[in-house]
């Protein structure tokens, strides 16, 4: 496993990874760490996000797979998931590479009249690259959290 620590004060830090062709970030503040999900045990009956529960040191946590929040279609064979807390509880997004935890500075807000998922909350203009900053708190709708407790509940 890969450790990451958190400066919750360095709100500049991102933690930028890729999904499908798209680039994202999310603030460092808000990982716990990258893992690598091993052996994930599918849950019936779930949302077709879920993709199953995995071991951690701490216990089962949920794998979600952004690509298909994203609507991007296909899955790939990543391993690869930020771990951070979703209203209390662990949860693992399953992204396709990371490059690691860059600095920036200058974050525009999405561009008026241009309608973007409440999940993105800001933009990077990085050598020419478009990069979407991402709030997993704001992924999954009240309703939506209340169906992930309850599915994770059931799993352990």
């Not at 690598?36 to 045990?41: A, D, G, L, M, Y």
């Not at 999940?119 to 992930?148: C, H, M, P, R």
């Amino acid at each position: 496993m890969l450790l990451l620590k958190t400066w919750s004060r360095l709100t500049d830090q991102f933690l930028r990874f890729h999904v499908n062709q798209g680039i994202f970030a999310v603030s460092i503040a808000k990982v716990d760490k990258v893992i690598r999900t091993r052996q994930i045990k599918k849950i019936k009956k779930s949302p077709r996000y879920v993709v199953g529960t995995t071991k951690i040191e701490a216990g089962k946590i949920l794998v979600i797979n952004l690509r298909r929040i994203f609507n991007f279609g296909d899955d790939s064979e990543s391993t690869l998931a930020i771990m951070a807390d979703l209203n209390g509880k662990k949860v693992a997004f399953q992204v396709d590479k990371i490059d690691g935890v860059f600095r920036y500075q200058e974050i525009s807000k999405p561009p008026p009249g241009v309608k973007t998922p409440r999940f993105y909350t800001g933009i990077i203009v990085d050598n020419e690259q478009i990069i979407q900053i991402v709030e997993f708190s704001k992924i999954f709708a009240k309703k939506e959290q209340t169906v992930l407790s309850r599915i994770l509940k059931e799993a352990e």
